[in-house]
T-cell receptor, first 114, second 114 residues
């Protein structure tokens, strides 16, 4: 079985400050890792993914994440946030050979304050 | 290219009724997955279809069913609705599961059961 834990349900941060959203996963087999963003009244949008290769992954809107196999983590970072980054962020995994079945974490609400 | 479309966007039903939700994937995409999003349980995988065949199924009762047509459009059906079925139902499409793993989500159908 696999599970995904997002350690913070809410993260308040001031505009132009850096932010890190934490994600840990548990799985006995290889996984692929993803971060999605959900704006109010919208579906999910893929920010970035890790399938293999370099452990530092860059995504859209200036976000990046680092895969750490020993700590089973995949934390999302942005050096300087904007008001428009206010949204819900979801970490997710796909088990190897499980098609497209995503297992999501509980989500982190990023609140950017002026 | 048009995105994933879901109809209807909002739906209100009464306990005991049944409901059918529709999803049209991005043109050329052959895989469609469905997810349920609720405040209490978060995002949970329902099922995935590829070339009209169900590839994966989540841990939901048999009241939840789906199908995919030859044009890749998909429908999901919930019979004998319960209050707990109130949720945002999200559909996601991808070109070919097991390759890029990039899924594109629709805006969702918000179902309210009274």
């Amino acid at each position: 079985a696999q599970s995904v834990t997002q350690l913070d349900s809410q993260v308040p941060v001031f505009e132009e400050a850096p932010v890190e959203l934490r994600c840990n996963y548990s799985s006995s087999v290889s996984v692929y890792l993803f971060w999605y963003v959900q704006y109010p009244n919208q579906g999910l949008q893929l920010l970035l993914k890790y399938l293999s290769g370099s452990t530092l992954v860059k995504g859209i809107n200036g976000f990046e994440a680092e895969f750490n196999k020993s700590q089973t983590s995949f934390h999302l970072r942005k050096p300087s946030v904007h008001i428009s980054d206010t949204a819900e962020y979801f970490c997710a995994v796909i088990h190897n050979n499980a098609g497209n079945m995503l297992t999501f974490g509980g989500g982190t609400r990023l609140m950017v304050k002026p | 290219k048009a995105g994933v479309t879901q109809t209807p966007r909002y739906l209100i039903k009464t306990r005991g009724q049944q409901v059918t939700l529709s999803c049209s994937p991005i043109s050329g995409h052959r895989s469609v997955s469905w997810y349920q999003q609720t405040p209490g349980q978060g995002l949970q995988f329902l099922f995935e279809y590829f070339s009209e065949t169900q590839r994966n199924k989540g841990n939901f009762p048999g009241r939840f069913s789906g199908r995919q047509f030859s044009n890749s459009r998909s429908e999901m059906n919930v019979s004998t609705l319960e209050l707990g079925d109130s949720a945002l139902y999200l559909c996601a499409s991808s070109f070919d599961p097991g390759e890029s793993y990039e899924q594109y989500f629709g805006p969702g159908t918000r179902l309210t059961v009274t």
